[in-house]
């Protein structure tokens, strides 16, 4: 798997984008080549039809939540930087990374809570409200468990969860609730170390 | 004074009872101890009098020499071996009562320790008083009736999650960390014998391949041991997890190793072929072990799909068909503890959705009450083997043994655990490191296969037995006093102690679609990926046929839920029947009339009561959902010893904190309209009544809320306010109105205050009410309440 680093250098931004994410040369080339992979109608840029077509993806309950965290604001396409700078997130982490403070770097704990977080806030107003844990339980049990059921599970998480008891979960709420929870663990791809 | 109230009293007077017990305890395993001998002693004498007896009357016809009758008879033999059976079940009851109520002594040393020592000392009673010691280590007897429940209650339990992710950890340790034991210690073994300049040893005589036979026997760490003293320690759950799972999975290469060695032994070489052919013998033997288990598996699931009318014997089936699953195994020769692990942990999740609450509570209890008698059993077995077995002490034989186990148990470890973070995501540190090798416990296990070789075949067999035993006594004792100071002393982490929360429960089903879907955007077939699909082909196909009725298409999440809110439901309960108030109770509200809400589980209660439609099953779980305060803290283990949380220890603490949630609740309640159709008042144990308003001096109110929502206004002014007197007779007139006719609807249930409009009760509600009467009286016994362990799905 172990590429020249000659070859990283078809991949634009390559040096900035390794030092910022921390992924190493022959990660970056496997990326892009991913990348190329999924850009099928070769516009240097991924859009949703290309993301969609995914077989996995679009049985996944939040496929379509996971694709969206690609683009970011308003934008149509996402250019390889950005879909880097996304999967960074997954980075294991590596507990003796020596530059920048452990906090800041893209795979961090809490960055890699934020990204999770940002799933589920979809209009962003850095809470989960009820009704939008309501859409994510809906979207990931279907169509077989009632509307009662639902709002009891809902009911009972934000009341688990909720401190501040503004009847939603803030970042620092979601994060609480998950602190017995192996994160790094949970959201590291092994292939992207 | 009975040892049996020596545990409830304050320290002061329980040392001298638990000192008197003690005395009452060896009293009794000295008369035990005594009795065993005596009756071996005095059965053959009694029955060879009764033979002379017999024979002689016979022998004289019928002349007249007749004997009384016997009023009182002594026939022993007649009873002997269930007796003996059961004294030595009751000598190991007994033992595990009395080392609990010496407080100290089971902190310091642990259980496996006094238990051989117990064995030890009743040897040699039995030795002293000049009999036979039973042949307790009989191999046959070890492997077929004590190893099976220690084994089947470790799969049942197995915490499937942490298994699965580290199963190539596991799986490493296991087999390549054995093998590598194996051939170290019994070549090195080899050369050592070897190399005694001078004067002629017997050891000299010592070949390869019994010096490799005997070192795939000492290899191999020992579940026995291992669960023993990891359940003491308390240690974080990958590292539990990781030793305990290695112990389980090496079973395979042991059987292998043993076979290969013990057939050719006596042929004297071993040729590649032969190595070839082992290698294959291990694949079959561990995949075979693990299908055959499979296989008893998905049939006991599909079998407790139809035992629904017949729920009494729905544990017989888990047992008996685990039970077989070993037998036909080790039949084949095939590995008998991988079956029963795998059989186990096939069968729960399904077997867990078909049976009945109490079922369960009894497999599990079952379960846990065998895998300790025969804990116990094997390790007072091992000191009466001990010291009856014919030994031949050689001083370097076994010394270097001791010495090569460490030796390469830590190299094993340092070593593979090099190689195997290359792979893994977290990483082991060196102080897990340095716990996997010194929890490499060995056990009875060792013993019991050294136990059952020839003696034609190897005339070093009780050289042999005695560096095993050394060698188990040395782990066992050694390592597993110093094991827990030692864990102190490096601070490692200790096992996480929080009962799970729905939160989590979400937020990691989300992870997990996050990480496939991440997975699939790289173009990568990992971990994720694959477990997805699988849970996909189990959703599918297989629910549909293990599971019985509705539960087959019910979500985890959904299936998670309600266990939770059951168990809370039974938890409140059971805190309400025997909480100590700091304040005495207002005599002048009567709460009798306040019937507890026992707690209807919604879906095993839809098996017993078909008709009860979901509607009111949701009704139900409202209002029981309104009455779950407090999520207690439990303790998250599979250990024997802590299997229920004391439901009494509620404190003050708790009462402030139920207040509290009490405030919050009324403020969801607002919230919660159009699904609200019970005016849920939360219709409290008489605990939380009198709590209230035992401890609450201040009245707090709710805002009235101004649209058509029936609010609930509690108003609590004081114990002898006529508000609370009249929110407890509408539930007193609510619970006679029941009685009446359905539609006396308007009194009952109607709050004040009057500004909430009068929303005309559902005619539902009665029936509501009625039909948790009808619940009440089917779920006259909720059970204990359980662990959380069974909360792991099967794959999440």
Not at chain 2, 304 to 328: D, G
């Amino acid at each position: 798997m172990g590429s020249s680093s000659s070859s990283v250098n078809h991949v634009p931004n390559a040096q900035e984008l390794m030092q910022e994410t921390g992924f190493s040369a022959s990660q970056i080339l496997r990326l892009y080549e991913r990348f190329e992979f999924l850009d099928r109608d070769r516009t240097g840029g991924l859009s949703f039809q290309d993301l969609e077509a995914l077989p996995h993806l679009s049985i996944n309950p939040i496929g379509d939540r996971i694709i969206g965290a690609f683009f970011s604001q308003g934008q149509e396409t996402v250019d390889f930087a950005s879909f880097v700078r996304v999967l960074a997130h997954f980075r294991p982490v590596d507990s003796n990374r020596r530059d920048g403070a452990p906090q800041e770097q893209a795979n961090s704990r809490t960055r890699k809570l934020k990204f999770a977080f940002q799933l589920y806030d979809q209009d962003k107003d850095g809470k989960i409200s009820r009704a939008e844990l309501l859409q994510v339980l809906r979207s990931m049990l279907g169509i077989q468990v009632t509307e009662e059921q639902l709002q009891s599970i809902a009911e009972r998480a934000i009341q688990e969860a909720d401190l501040d008891r503004d009847d939603a979960i803030s970042f620092d709420e979601f994060k609480k609730s998950l602190e017995k929870v192996d994160i790094d663990h949970k959201m590291s791809i092994r292939i992207l170390r | 004074m009975s040892p049996r109230t020596g545990s409830h009293s304050p320290a002061g007077i329980g040392r001298s009872l638990a000192e008197r017990g003690l005395l009452l305890l060896v009293v009794l395993v000295l008369l035990e101890g005594s009795v065993l001998p005596l009756g071996a002693a005095s059965s053959p004498d009694i029955s060879h009098q009764e033979n002379v007896d017999n024979h002689k009357v016979a022998k004289e016809g019928h002349n007249f020499t007749k004997k009384p009758f016997p009023v009182l008879d002594l026939d022993y033999e007649h009873i002997r071996i269930p007796f003996e059976i059961s004294l030595w079940v009751l000598l190991a009851s007994l033992m595990k009562l009395g080392f609990h109520l010496i407080p100290r002594l089971s902190g310091i040393v642990p259980e496996s320790c006094l238990l051989i020592t117990v064995g030890l000392l009743v040897g040699g009673l039995i030795k002293l008083a000049g009999e036979k010691v039973p042949p307790v280590m009989n191999s046959k007897f070890f492997f077929l009736i004590l190893l099976p429940p220690i084994i089947l209650d470790a799969g049942y339990f197995l915490p499937i999650r942490p298994f699965m992710e580290n199963l190539g950890t596991i799986l490493m340790f296991a087999v390549v960390g054995t093998l590598w034991n194996a051939f170290f210690v019994g070549g090195l073994l080899y050369a050592v014998c070897q190399i005694q300049p001078g004067n002629p040893n017997i050891i000299h005589s010592l070949e390869l391949l019994p010096c490799l036979l005997f070192g795939s026997i000492i290899s191999a760490v020992d579940p026995v041991a291992v669960l023993a003293v990891f359940e003491e320690i308390h240690i974080n759950e990958l590292l539990h997890i990781l030793v305990f799972g290695e112990s389980l999975l090496n079973d395979a290469v042991t059987v292998v190793l043993y076979h290969l060695f013990e057939e050719y032994s006596g042929q004297g070489t071993v040729t590649v072929m032969d190595g070839f052919l082992g290698v294959i013998s291990f694949l079959v033997v561990a995949l075979g072990g693990v299908l055959v288990g499979a296989i008893y598996g998905i049939l006991s699931a599909f079998t407790s799909r139809f035992t629904s009318h017949t729920r009494v014997i729905e544990p017989l089936f888990v047992f008996v068909y685990s039970y077989m699953a070993y037998l036909s195994a080790e039949m084949f020769h095939l590995s008998g503890i991988m079956a029963l692990i795998a059989c186990g942990a096939v069968m729960k999740p399904y077997v867990e959705a078909n049976i009945s609450h109490k079922s369960h509570t009894t497999i599990k209890y079952f379960l846990k009450m065998w895998s300790s008698v025969s804990e116990t059993l094997i390790f007072i077995f091992l000191g009466v083997a001990t010291v009856d077995g014919p030994h031949a002490w050689n001083w370097t034989f076994v010394t270097v043994t001791v010495i090569l186990c460490l030796v390469a148990r830590v190299i094993g470890v340092v070593g593979l655990t090099y190689m195997i973070n290359k792979f893994r995501i977290v990483k082991l540190t060196t102080k897990d490191q340095f716990i996997i090798a010194y929890g490499g416990l060995r056990g009875a296990i060792a013993f019991s296969l050294g136990f059952l070789l020839d003696k034609d075949h190897f005339a070093m067999r009780e050289m042999f037995l005695t560096a095993i035993i050394t060698v188990i006594f040395f782990t066992v004792f050694v390592q597993g006093m110093t094991i827990k100071p030692l864990v102190e002393l490096l601070a490692v982490k200790k096992k996480q102690e929080a009962k799970r929360t729905i939160n989590e429960e979400i937020h990691i089903q989300f992870l997990d679609h996050l990480l496939t879907g991440i997975e699939d955007i790289c173009g990568h077939y990992g971990h994720h990926h694959w477990k997805d699909k699988l849970n996909r082909f189990n959703k599918k196909y297989i629910k549909k046929c293990l599971i019985a009725g509705e539960r087959s298409k019910e979500p985890q999440l959904i299936a998670f839920y309600h266990k939770m809110e059951m168990k809370q439901a039974i938890e409140l309960v059971e805190s309400g029947g025997g909480v100590k108030l700091p304040s005495a109770v207002p005599s002048t509200v009567s709460m009798q009339n306040i019937q507890p809400k026992k707690p209807p589980p919604a879906k095993p209660v839809e098996r017993a009561l078909p008709q009860l439609p979901k509607g009111r099953e949701e009704e139900i779980r409202k209002i029981l959902r309104s009455n779950l305060q407090r999520t207690r803290q439990r303790l998250r283990s599979y250990n024997r010893h802590t299997l229920v949380a004391d439901p009494y220890e509620d404190g003050l603490g708790d009462l402030l904190l139920k207040k509290q949630k009490m405030i919050e609740l009324e403020k969801k309640i607002k919230d919660m309209n159009n699904y609200l159709t019970v005016p849920a008042a939360p219709p409290d144990s008489p605990t939380m009544c009198r709590a209230r308003l035992a401890s609450d001096p201040q009245a707090y109110s709710m805002k009235p809320d101004t649209d058509s929502v029936p609010t609930i206004h509690v108003d609590l002014a004081s114990p002898q306010s006529p508000d609370s007197v009249n929110l407890m007779d509408e539930f007193r007139r609510a619970g006679q109105q029941q009685r009446q006719q359905k539609e006396d609807e308007d009194q009952g249930l109607m709050m004040k205050p009057p500004s909430a409009p009068s929303r005309p009760k559902k005619p539902g509600e009665a029936d509501a009410d009625r039909d948790q009467q009808k619940l009440m009286r089917c779920l006259s016994d909720p059970g204990p309440s359980a662990d959380e362990d069974e909360d792991e799905p099967f794959l999440p």
